[in-house]
């Protein structure tokens, strides 16, 4: 049987538009009786990476949340908005990242202008518990945040972009955000190697089980993602039971092959879906509506990958040729120290409030270009590395 993946055109942050096209996805969906029961306490799990501004595209648009949740509402479910951002993860920090993303208007419309009072809140329970998760390939145990415990649901609410490291992030990594703050930096200097890394995001995915995945692709992000890209027109709303088939219908609209999305690929690998669109039934709009064909796709091809079979002695020349590392622009860096501090491997240091970064040990997670609030830490891809990508 084909998974069901909804794609509605909206095309702009118009809330009534947002309002219609959320309508539209659960009734291409089967209907919102079908995932949620009225009084369910559902929680909407955002994008919050980091304070960021809606139309700088790197989190889930405020008024897309807005009229998910006012819809969910009006059917008689309770709302609890969140996310575990990066960086710290307690009170003061949250209720800095909602504001600045404009979350906390959302909320407080609804509550007070809509009358919906505590049936939206904002999530705050920090703590964290551990969990058995027998079915994980790599993950067996995790430690998550405790705002699962206060919800009957879990609806993903993702942004489209492209990643440094993972090429695209979608609804599959989105549910990222369940690991509380630092504890996913330990994550990356854990498993630096990309495939381990990926399937990690697949164990976290499968252990989070949101009933439903939503996907802000109104306005995503190109190039230098997940906070550093450009902002680009898509003009799709996409919602399916399965984060997994989602992530491969938002790929091809940016004409990514899934299969070269990591997340994807491992995915396949476990039967979560095949990879290609040969089990999903497409509602509402055709993927060729969407298409853009010229979307900025890093490329993520690590050294790792070429290096399996080269002799040892060779692999340091290799190493210097091919591997990405990262840049840091002085003359845009504020010396906010956000780097150094989120840094998993711990090779950064600040001289004279500027970064200095150790490459020999550095891993290639890019929390540094990730996490930057000033854009001024780029992702430099040797000539060769970019000519092997290509093949």
């Known amino acids: 049987m084909k998974t069901t993946v909804s794609l509605v055109e909206c095309r702009e942050y118009e809330y009534g538009q947002l309002k219609q096209s959320i309508a539209e996805s659960f009734q291409q969906l089967g209907g919102i009786g079908r995932y949620i029961a009225a009084e369910d306490k559902v929680l909407l799990k955002m994008n919050l990476l980091m304070k960021k501004r809606p139309e700088e595209a790197t989190t889930t648009h405020p008024l897309f949340v807005k009229a998910l949740a006012e819809t969910l509402l009006e059917y008689g479910a309770d709302v609890i908005i969140g996310d575990s951002p990066g960086g710290p993860f307690n009170e003061k920090m949250l209720k800095g990242i909602y504001k600045y993303c404009g979350i906390t208007n959302v909320v407080e419309e609804l509550a007070e202008a809509q009358g ?38 879990v609806i993903s609410v993702s942004k489209l972009k492209t990643h ?62 997940p906070s550093a890209g450009n902002p680009r027109n898509i003009g799709a709303v996409i919602a399916s039971t399965s984060p997994y088939h989602l992530d491969v219908v938002a790929s091809s609209l940016i004409n990514l092959n899934p299969l070269d999305v990591p997340t994807i690929k491992l995915s396949s690998l476990r039967g979560l879906c095949t990879g290609t669109l040969t089990d999903i039934d497409v509602q509402g709009k055709s993927i060729e509506h969407f298409l853009i064909k010229d979307f900025d796709i890093p490329p993520i091809r690590q050294v790792t990958l070429f290096m399996k079979n080269t002799p040892k002695f060779l692999q340091p020349i290799l190493n210097s040729m091919l591997q990405p590392k990262p840049i840091f622009d002085h003359s845009m860096c504020v010396g906010c120290n956000v780097c150094a501090e989120h840094c998993p491997a711990d090779v950064i240091s600040m001289v004279d409030k500027r970064p200095i970064v150790d490459l020999n040990p550095c891993i290639r997670c890019f929390c540094c270009q990730e996490l930057c609030p000033k854009k001024a830490v780029t992702i430099h891809r040797p000539w060769l590395m970019r000519k092997i990508a290509k093949w």
């Open 116 to 153: 919906y009072g505590t049936r939206i809140q904002l999530n705050y329970n920090t703590n964290h518990m551990n969990v058995d998760n027998p079915d994980g390939l790599l993950l067996k145990h995790l430690t998550v945040t405790e705002m699962l415990l206060d919800v009957d649901k």
């Open 164 to 225: 440094g490291m993972t090429m695209f992030t979608g609804a599959v990594k989105n549910m990222f955000g369940i690991i509380p703050g630092m504890l996913k930096a330990e994550y990356h200097f854990k498993m630096p190697e990309l495939d381990d890394f990926c399937n990690a995001l697949v164990d976290i995915c499968a252990y989070g089980n949101p009933v439903l995945s939503f996907m802000d692709g109104i306005v995503g992000m190109e190039g230098a993602g």
